[in-house]
């Protein structure tokens, strides 16, 4: 069976300090992997996704980045945090090109301080 | 840009009423997805649909794609029913990311 991981579950940063956050699949390949975040009092918005290692396609500009650097691992990174990067932040997988189910991971609650 | 609107943004009951929550969209979509949210933040898929309806135990959702409307019904409702219901559509291909709704939050009382 499919499984997503995500870590840290909860992550304190100051601004200005680098991000990394990690999101693995175990059970499939070639999945699509999307990065979402939900602000406080917020609805989620779709930050980035990608069909394909090294494919990145970026929904909204800001201070962040993603990479694929292997088929089943979708990184989200900043070189400096702000305070609007406070928020909780899930990834997701699907698979195939028709419109699939999105399976969703634990998230990472991220509090910049 | 597909703009999906939620109704209503909360709706507090008491365990055993009948629920309904609404989900609109702007633009024609590929598939709707009803997803639900508990307090930890974990997200589940409920459903997935193009049209008509489908049930699943005491949850039902429906599509009217002319209309671009959605409902999910919730039947028998219960305090573990307690959680947030997100609407979220897809309007390209599969490999697109979702566009939400802000989400319903439904207290169930015992």
């Known amino acids: 069976s499919q499984t997503i991981h995500q870590w840290p579950a909860t992550l304190v940063q100051p601004v200005g300090s680098p991000l990394s956050l990690e999101c693995t699949v175990e059970g499939t390949s070639n999945p699509n992997l999307y990065w979402y975040r939900q602000a406080a009092g917020r609805g989620l918005q779709l930050l980035f996704y990608?069909?394909?290692?090294?494919?990145i396609s970026s929904e909204v500009p800001q201070n962040l980045s993603a990479s694929r650097p292997q088929d089943r691992q979708f990184i989200l990174s900043s070189k400096k945090l702000l305070l609007s990067d406070s928020g909780f932040y899930l990834c997701a997988w699907s698979v195939g090109s028709r419109v699939y189910e999105q399976y969703f991971g634990p998230g990472t609650r991220l509090t910049v301080t | 840009k597909n703009e999906v609107e939620q109704s209503p943004q909360n709706l507090t009951a008491q365990e055993g009423e009948f629920i309904t929550i609404n989900c609109s969209y702007s633009?024609?979509?590929?598939?709707l997805h009803w997803l639900q949210q508990h307090p930890g933040g974990g997200i589940v898929s409920l459903f997935m649909l193009s049209s008509g309806k489908k049930k699943h135990g005491r949850l039902i959702a429906t599509i009217n794609i002319q209309e671009k409307h959605s409902s999910l019904h919730i039947t028998a409702s219960h305090p573990r029913d307690s959680a947030v219901y997100i609407c979220a559509v897809t309007s390209g291909g599969g490999a697109d990311g979702l566009t939400f709704g802000k989400g319903t939050h439904l207290i169930i009382q015992p």
């Open positions: 990608s069909v394909g290692i090294g494919q």
């Open positions: 633009v024609g979509i590929s598939a």
